[in-house]
């Protein structure tokens, strides 16, 4: 049994192999930083994590690039109207981007790419496409000639009938009726940021910024591609375009999109105001987990209706673990162990696995836990349960919550001899470590002293000296 992952552009689920073996190489469509992050956003982002996840643990290594998008429509407009320049307002929602990924315990991606820091990688790309005859310049924009790349509508299966070729659209965003040239360079217009280049003096379009940071960072081809679902059309479908007509080859080879958190039937949006931000449930009293225990408890292939009822059932969940590891930890049980029981923690890390596997099956993943403790509380109640099988159903939490990372540390853990899984690695502590210096430079002091704290409960201690920051372990 291997991964399988159902796949946009082919629409079937497929197994899953990367190009090159044991190595991952994903990109992840990152936040466009205009304003705090919905928990709809927070949905992609878990499940991108959730994937991130797996695959480590599946013993791959992986190189996981995402970007933020500082330069688009929607953040200079946001910028505009608060008086301030793109990169003071943008450095903002930065910062509380990475906040909110630590309070819900979104793993780091390996690489970090920020739009404004490519531009001259922009401009290169494009003028290569240029070079290709795969784009035309209107009163000082560039734009890109879908007729000329055969594919165009591969990924999101478009229907092209009415397509009216040298019809353009300039915004980053637009609607599938709306399929015309895009843009890839735009002219300036007054009060807006520009950059002077070969192009002219301008600003990339939204689709260009992905392709380039993709490829610079992940090569011409690469293994999996992941966003939510509405990126498929035009995003997407732009990426492809332009990253395929210019190397001749397959862009990502999997692409993998999260359906869309729902409000009453309608997608959780800013603009259609139905929206609840992590600030928003925080201060209504939820905790981080519940709500990523709610993000999470439902496949990424299926639409989640957000209720906030089904996030308090979320937190009763977490709460009917917790009170059961209290169970366990602090009952005294007979002497011995009953063989039923160890059966079933022997198989659960099967069970975990081969739900995942099944293109992140997150309910399964859950249905089978949920049928441990079952079976466990069952058994305790009969007093059939030893003290022998204590050690194992507590791996199987820690098991699952390895992925699922909703508990909070078990006390008398550390008695435990987990697996090195469970201890942060070298690479993970570096992590934690940059974005502890990352919210020191955004005087984020609190944000810097809380990853600090974690670190030091994860047995590491970190020492700021004049050639940056040591640490090791305790
Ligand atoms: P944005 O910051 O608008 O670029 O969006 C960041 C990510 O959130 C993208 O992958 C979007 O597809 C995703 N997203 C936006 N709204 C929702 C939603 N209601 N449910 C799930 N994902 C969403
Ligand atoms: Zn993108």
């Given at each position: 049994m291997m991964l399988a992952l159902y796949n946009t552009l082919s629409n079937r689920v497929e197994p899953f192999a990367p190009l090159a073996e044991g190595r991952v190489r994903m990109y992840t469509c990152g936040p466009t930083v205009y304003d705090y992050a919905h928990i709809g956003n927070y949905r992609t982002f878990v499940f991108a994590d959730i994937l991130r996840r797996h695959l480590r643990r599946s013993g791959y290594e992986l190189r996981h690039a995402m970007n933020l998008t500082d330069v688009d429509d929607k953040t200079i407009r946001n910028a505009k109207a608060a008086g301030m320049s793109l990169t003071d307002y943008t450095d903002k929602y930065i910062a509380a981007f990475w906040e909110d990924m630590l309070i819900l315990h979104m793993e780091r991606p390996e690489i970090i790419a920020r739009a404004t820091d490519h531009i001259p990688d922009m401009v290169n790309t494009i003028q290569q496409l240029e070079e290709r005859g795969f784009t035309y310049r209107r009163e000082g924009s560039v734009y890109f000639r879908?007729?000329?790349?055969?594919?165009?509508?591969?990924?999101?299966?478009?229907?092209?009938?009415g397509m009216r070729p040298g019809a353009r659209v300039d915004q980053d965003e637009y609607e599938k009726a709306d399929v015309r040239d895009f843009v890839l360079w735009k002219a300036p217009k007054p009060d807006e940021p520009y950059w002077e280049s070969e192009l002219g003096p301008g600003r990339p379009g939204w689709h260009i910024e992905c392709s380039v940071m993709a490829t610079k960072y992940l090569g011409e081809t690469f293994d999996i591609h992941a966003g939510g679902t509405d990126l498929v059309f035009p995003h997407h479908e732009n990426e492809i375009a332009q990253s395929e007509a210019l190397t001749?080859?397959?862009?990502?080879?999997y692409w993998v999109h999260c359906e869309h958190l729902l409000v009453d039937g309608q997608k959780m949006s800013k603009s259609l105001g139905n929206y609840y931000t992590l600030r928003d449930l925080l201060g209504r009293g939820y905790s981080p987990a519940a709500i990523r225990y709610l993000l999470a408890s439902?496949?990424?292939g299926k639409q989640l209706n957000f209720t906030l009822e089904g996030l308090q059932q979320a937190a009763n969940a977490i709460e009917r673990l917790e009170n059961f590891r209290f169970r366990l930890a602090h009952s005294s049980f007979p002497e011995g162990a009953n063989p039923e029981i160890e059966a079933k923690t022997a198989a659960f890390p099967e069970a975990l696995r081969k739900a995942l596997d099944d293109d992140l099956n997150t309910a399964q993943a859950l249905g089978a836990l949920f049928e441990l403790v079952r079976d466990a509380n069952t058994a305790i109640d009969k007093g059939?349960?030893?003290?022998?099988n204590v050690e194992g159903i507590l791996r199987c939490l820690e098991d699952w919550n390895g992925i699922?990372?909703?508990?909070p540390p078990a006390e008398g853990i550390s008695d435990l001899k987990l697996d090195a899984t469970f201890q942060l690695s070298a690479e993970e502590i570096e992590r934690k470590i940059q974005e502890r210096q990352d919210a020191r430079r955004g005087r984020n002091f609190a944000l810097a002293d809380q990853i600090r704290d974690a670190l030091v409960e994860a047995g590491v201690l970190i020492e700021d000296t004049r050639d940056g920051v040591r640490w090791r372990r305790k």
């Open positions: 879908i007729e000329k790349f055969p594919g165009y509508g591969k990924l999101s299966k478009i229907d092209l009938s001749g080859k397959p862009f990502a080879r439902v496949p990424h059939q349960l030893c003290q022998g699922f990372d909703v508990l």
